[in-house]
């Protein structure tokens, strides 16, 4: 009998690929896919093992499901018209990990059809960037029955630092997700607004981050991203498309449940604004170039 | 010669009480006074001396200012029909600390007039809260000229932990304040909306809290705020009516300088919906209530 745990992870993005090394680092059998060839290249000689996945996912304990959204998420669970996905694939008492940032209710749609096939499901977003993926020390909100966190378990040890067991219903790690995100996208629209409501009345973006980061106006995202602007650099460690489509969950979520979200929704019209603009690309920071445009203020870095 | 700084401070609210103390506490001789007759009875108990400004005002090396708002500075500063202001009254060198939150323009309009007298004048808002004010550990940013800096040296010393010098420009201590203000009052409806929204979700405020502050999602105002809403304890430590007053600063500014800010125009609409409501009073944490109304939600101490 092998004792090593055999684990899937589908996904070799700059998160899911670093959450594989972790696994290996971890000591699990990995057995890593993506849709592109140079991560799974990568990933294999790094110890993990890859193929058809049609003939590995039988092998697997627990598949760690780490794309980007919801509708890639339920391809790899539910399949396509030409393909099984991990439903029809897995051996039944096998434990899915979904780490997408999706709805609450996507969550609770695809835990029900992980349990019709007989898999458990962890609905199990997680939090922290791709240095935290690789180091083995993301934040994870989970939720799930006590059969689904069991399975889980060897898993999370080797991708986490702190797990938040946000209980037994499937959807609420999604929901405290969306919680965070919704926090973290207005604080980034607040920092450009602040910062460059600075500059219109004569204080310098780096003297506002500096008086900032020691007031009570401080938050994470103003210590994580302001920076980024006073520097007037743009390099995407987390880009501006990530918000339209997290804080639209956001506020799905909030519609559905008549939860008016105003600044919620000002925040969300100024990453629009941002990427309508052309910065989609870049980091989140950049907002502030709207904000910017807006008032007729040069920013760091502008005009060269 | 008198070594001790002589130093008046007029306004003995919750900050200038305690600001006083600290001035009492570093040896100052302290000449307060106050509209209300028990909080200068109190610090005359407490060593400061009081009595008629009119003759008092010309023995001041310095004068703290620490009033409500702009008003009330301009009031104390330039007088009224029937009493003549500190510009009437204090010694021709002598120094203003002017301290209240007010709009950058009437800092400015302050200063020309104090220095058409012959005063010194420092635009420094504070910041810190009661707690501080009687520790003598407030932050402050201040702008002025060098005199004024000179002149308020010694009062900056007993009252504050941190300078932060933001220039030779009265108004822009004002500016730094107001920025400061602009992400402190988004942050607290955002702290509200975040809490709400979870409750919404299914999400319990205190485990919201639990897992935010150890995410990317806080902040400086979730951390201190959020307790009170997690707590159903609305005593006002800071009031919500403080809000439409500071945010209608920024937004006064905002406007002049044609910077449109709708984050803070979103924040100042939950407050004014707070305060509409006959919340004004009670703790700002208390615009989690106008949410939790909105949404059809219970809050923790709802009901008792």
Same mark, same amino acid.
């Given at each position: 009998?092998?004792?090593?745990?055999?684990?899937?992870?589908?996904?070799?993005g700059?998160?899911?690929?670093?959450? #594989?090394?972790?696994?290996?680092?971890?000591?699990?059998?990995?057995?890593a896919f993506?849709?592109? =060839?140079?991560?799974?290249?990568?990933?294999v000689?790094?110890? #993990?093992?890859?193929?058809?996945i049609?003939?590995?996912?039988?092998?697997?304990? @627990?598949a760690?499901i780490a *794309?980007?959204?919801?509708?890639?998420?339920?391809? *790899?669970?539910?399949?396509?018209?030409?393909? &099984?996905g991990?439903?029809?694939?897995m051996?039944?008492?096998?434990t899915?990990?979904?780490?997408?940032?999706? =709805?609450?209710?996507?969550?609770?749609r695809?835990h029900?059809? =992980? %349990?019709?096939?007989?898999?458990?499901?962890?609905?199990?977003?997680?939090?922290?960037?791709?240095?935290? %993926?690789?180091?083995?020390?993301?934040?994870?909100? %989970?939720?799930?029955?006590?059969?689904?966190?069991g399975?889980?378990?060897p898993?999370?040890d080797a $991708? +986490?630092?702190v797990?938040?067991?946000?209980?037994r219903?499937?959807?609420?790690g999604?929901a405290?997700?969306?919680v965070?995100?919704?926090?973290?996208?207005i604080h980034?629209? +607040? $920092?450009?607004? +602040?910062?460059?409501?600075?500059?219109?009345q004569?204080?310098?973006p780096?003297? @506002?981050?500096e *008086?900032?980061?020691?007031?009570?106006?401080?938050?994470?995202?103003?210590?994580?991203r302001a920076?980024?602007v006073v520097?007037?650099?743009?390099?995407? +460690?987390?880009?501006?498309?990530?918000w339209?489509k997290?804080?639209?969950?956001?506020?799905d979520a909030?519609r559905?449940?008549?939860? &008016?979200? &105003?600044?919620?929704?000002?925040a969300?019209q100024?990453?629009?604004?941002?990427?309508?603009?052309?910065?989609?690309?870049?980091?989140d920071a950049?907002?502030a170039k709207?904000?910017?445009?807006?008032?007729?203020?040069?920013? &760091?870095?502008?005009?060269?």
């Amino acid at each position: 009998m092998n004792s090593r745990p055999r684990t899937g992870i589908i996904g070799l993005g700059s998160m899911g690929y670093g959450m #594989a090394q972790s696994l290996l680092r971890a000591g699990h059998d990995v057995l890593a896919f993506d849709i592109a =060839a140079e991560p799974v290249a990568r990933i294999v000689a790094d110890g #993990a093992r890859s193929g058809d996945i049609e003939h590995l996912a039988a092998e697997m304990d @627990c598949a760690v499901i780490a *794309v980007l959204n919801a509708a890639q998420t339920a391809t *790899v669970l539910l399949g396509q018209p030409d393909r &099984p996905g991990l439903v029809g694939l897995m051996r039944p008492g096998a434990t899915i990990i979904s780490c997408a940032t999706i =709805a609450p209710e996507d969550a609770r749609r695809l835990h029900a059809r =992980a %349990a019709k096939a007989g898999l458990h499901y962890l609905d199990a977003p997680i939090s922290g960037g791709a240095g935290k %993926a690789a180091a083995g020390k993301l934040s994870i909100m %989970a939720a799930g029955k006590v059969q689904a966190f069991g399975g889980a378990h060897p898993a999370l040890d080797a $991708m +986490a630092e702190v797990v938040f067991d946000m209980g037994r219903e499937p959807g609420r790690g999604s929901a405290m997700k969306a919680v965070n995100q919704m926090l973290v996208g207005i604080h980034i629209s +607040a $920092m450009a607004e +602040a910062i460059t409501f600075a500059l219109s009345q004569g204080i310098d973006p780096a003297r @506002c981050h500096e *008086v900032i980061t020691r007031c009570a106006g401080t938050s994470w995202a103003f210590e994580n991203r302001a920076p980024h602007v006073v520097g007037g650099d743009y390099h995407p +460690a987390s880009a501006v498309d990530i918000w339209p489509k997290d804080l639209g969950i956001v506020l799905d979520a909030a519609r559905a449940a008549r939860f &008016p979200a &105003p600044l919620t929704a000002a925040a969300l019209q100024q990453f629009l604004a941002a990427s309508g603009s052309g910065l989609g690309g870049e980091d989140d920071a950049a907002v502030a170039k709207v904000y910017a445009r807006n008032a007729g203020l040069q920013l &760091p870095g502008d005009g060269q």
